[in-house]
T-cell receptor, first 115, second 114 residues
């Protein structure tokens, strides 16, 4: 079946540093990739939508200069959290879509802790 | 503004009984609804979906019901099994309007006990 991986699964960084999270579709090419953020006991909040070779579309309230998204290929998207602050600590989940809306497969998530 | 709501944060059900998870939405433009299951430290996995042209969709032990007039959908699991213990999210989408976007509810933690 369709598998999406994320790397790293867990990362701790210091305030002011940047951290990059990778999202890969392992056995399929994704037309679109999405990045979500989940706070404890809360919903998955869509941060941005990215298509290969084009700029990401950010949701309202998401700082595009802080959360840099690069969709380099049909199987790889990266999210870079720049100048991280403790309030950026969260669980970040990516997903990749192959076709119909229910054909959206989620990665295992990356837990970011900013100290 | 939470467009998709799951008002019960948790549900506890005995094995073999029916689990009913509820979801309400406010946007009448939503026309496709999905249920996802999520284990801790994992991404959500797709369970079942329903289009707004239907009021019921069934897949094995899982049935989703849609009441458009009430803007309400529910997921029924019968019989419930301990392996069903997870967090369940409903999600909604509006075809033709930001078609790629899924709006998620806040989730319901289901615990199935022996």
């Amino acid at each position: 079946g369709a598998v999406v991986s994320q790397h790293p699964s867990w990362v701790i960084c210091k305030s002011g540093t940047s951290v990059k999270i990778e999202c890969r579709s392992l056995d399929f090419q994704a037309t679109t990739m999405f990045w979500y953020r989940q706070f404890p006991k809360q919903s998955l909040m869509l941060m941005a939508t990215s298509n290969e070779g084009s700029k990401a579309t950010y949701e309202q309230g998401v700082e595009k200069d802080k959360f840099l998204i690069n969709h380099a290929s049909l199987t790889l998207s990266t999210l870079t959290v720049t100048s991280a602050h403790p309030e950026d600590s969260s669980f970040y989940i990516c997903s990749a879509r192959t076709g119909a809306i229910y054909e959206q497969y989620f990665g295992p998530g990356t837990r970011l802790t900013v100290t | 503004d939470q467009q998709v709501k799951q008002n019960s944060p948790s549900l506890s059900v005995q094995e073999g009984r029916i689990s009913i998870l509820n979801c309400d939405y406010t946007n009448s433009m939503f026309d496709y609804f999905l249920w996802y299951k999520k284990y801790p430290a994992e991404g959500p996995t797709f369970l079942i979906s329903i289009s707004s042209i239907k009021d019921k969709n069934e897949d094995g032990r899982f049935t989703v019901f849609l009441n458009k007039s009430a803007k309400h959908l529910s997921l029924h699991i019968v019989p419930s099994q301990p392996g069903d213990s997870a967090v369940y999210f409903c999600a909604a989408s509006a075809f033709g309007v930001n078609t790629d976007k899924l709006i998620f509810g806040t989730g319901t933690r289901l615990q199935v006990f022996p």
